[in-house]
């Protein structure tokens, strides 16, 4: 019985991994489940679950979880606070800790994870965007597994030779290909992106997820963030990573090596298909997920990303290539930005404005230790809510409605 902690269980990756571990009762025991304030829905996971840990991050909220459990749940433990996120994730009987918070809030419970050499299945890519060396260093320091959840890396890990960990690119691998549905707002004319709402921006046309990713995606900052992951993952530099507009999602990404080959990871787009492969590896275990009919998807079309239109990915490379702080300084300014473009405060094409001119500002430099990340990243936040400030007092900016 491997015990699995769920981090983040009421997202959209936490209720995949979920749906996943339900299929296999015979193989893994949940131990806890985490969240931030959606006391309601994690009400409803200990009800079904009865794991022995539960958390809200947010003390109010767990709160109101223990008013809404009263002692119906008896087996579960409640616990509150942010500290608790890290306690489950270090908990001798959870071998393996799903990191499925969004953003820079997952960063701790993440480098908890690793520095105790569980199985890390990293979902949480902004926490190896932040702190891509302490965290590469706490896995290797403590024997961790890392397996990536994102599709394109767990598809760029299905494809390396067997045996390969993740930091170490194996010998005769030339470079990665990583491909990118192109979002929402792919053929979207750049004039008419000031008009976009956070509705159209989170409709994402392939795949299912949470809000903030949504934005990502329709921004193509998901792809920045993916390629700076990467580059930490598999020990590339930005050059070995080319970026492939491919609409069907259909090749998660691919791999070329020195004699020529490009091996790919195709499926259907379900997140359900990394999480089990990461669940069960070395194994292969059932998903839920749909058999990939290729006769059904016809055609697969592949394209250069508009670099003009979506100029967060140019941001993105820039911060790839500075290395050191910069990635810390793009994921903040970009946290901020995105929450204000889903609070109608900030219209789209500001997003990467705000971003550009929080990285003009920033001193950059190296990572010493944790405490560099986030004093980089609480200066970060504080640059962009000011720039978002003075930005939304000029006309023009501000989000639209649906
Ligand atoms: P969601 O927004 O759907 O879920 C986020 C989860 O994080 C929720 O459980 C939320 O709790 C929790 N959370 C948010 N803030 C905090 C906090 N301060 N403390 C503790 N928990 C917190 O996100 P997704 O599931 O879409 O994404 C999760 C991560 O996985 C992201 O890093 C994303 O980039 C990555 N990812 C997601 C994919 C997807 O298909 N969705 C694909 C690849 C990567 P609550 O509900 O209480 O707010």
Not at 374 to 387: G, I, K, T, V
């Amino acid at each position: 019985m491997i015990g699995v902690a769920v981090l983040g269980s009421t997202g959209s990756v936490g209720e995949s991994t979920l749906d996943v571990l339900a299929r296999h009762p015979e193989r893994f025991r949940l131990i806890a489940i985490a969240a931030n304030t959606n006391a309601a829905k994690l009400a409803q996971q200990i009800r079904t679950w009865r794991p022995a840990y539960a958390a809200l991050a947010d003390e109010r909220a767990a709160g109101e979880l223990q008013e809404l459990l009263g002692n119906a749940v008896p087996e579960t433990r409640v616990l509150a606070g942010r500290g608790a996120l890290e306690e489950l994730a270090l908990l001798p009987e959870v071998h393996c800790v799903m990191a499925a918070i969004v953003g820079a809030a997952g960063l701790r419970s993440t480098l908890a994870a690793a520095r105790a050499g569980k199985r890390l299945l990293l979902a949480n890519k902004e926490s190896l965007v932040m702190a891509g060396p302490l965290l590469m260093t706490a896995v290797n320091a403590s024997g961790a597994t890392l397996l990536p959840i994102d599709s394109e890396h767990n598809a760029i890990f299905q494809c390396l030779p067997a045996g390969a960990v993740c930091g170490h690119p194996p010998p005769g691998l030339r470079r990665v290909l990583l491909t990118a549905s192109g979002g929402p707002f792919r053929d979207t004319p750049a004039e008419a992106l000031g008009a976009v709402t956070p509705e159209a921006a989170c409709a994402h046309p392939n795949w299912v997820m949470g809000r903030k990713i949504s934005v990502d995606s329709a921004t193509l900052m998901n792809k920045g963030l993916e390629l700076i992951e990467a580059c930490l993952l598999f020990g590339l530099t930005p050059e070995r990573v080319q970026i492939l507009v491919h609409p069907q999602s259909i090749v998660h990404s691919l791999v070329e090596y020195a004699d020529g080959s490009v091996l790919a990871q195709l499926g259907a787009p379900d997140m359900r298909t990394p999480i089990a492969h990461a669940l069960g590896w070395p194994d292969r275990i059932d998903s839920g997920a749909e058999f990939l009919d290729l006769l059904k998807a016809g055609r697969l079309d592949f394209r250069a990303p508009d670099t003009e239109k979506f100029r967060c990915l140019v941001l993105a490379q820039a911060a790839a290539c500075a290395g050191g702080l910069s990635p810390v300084v793009l994921n903040a300014a970009n946290e901020v930005a995105v929450q204000a473009f889903l609070e109608r405060r900030l219209n789209f094409p500001a997003i990467p404005a705000v971003i550009e001119a929080v990285m003009e500002r920033a001193t950059g430099g190296a990572i010493g230790g944790l405490e560099d990340v986030l004093a980089a990243d609480e200066d970060s936040r504080m640059h962009a809510r000011e720039r978002i400030g003075r930005l939304t007092a000029t006309a023009g900016v501000r989000g639209a409605h649906a």
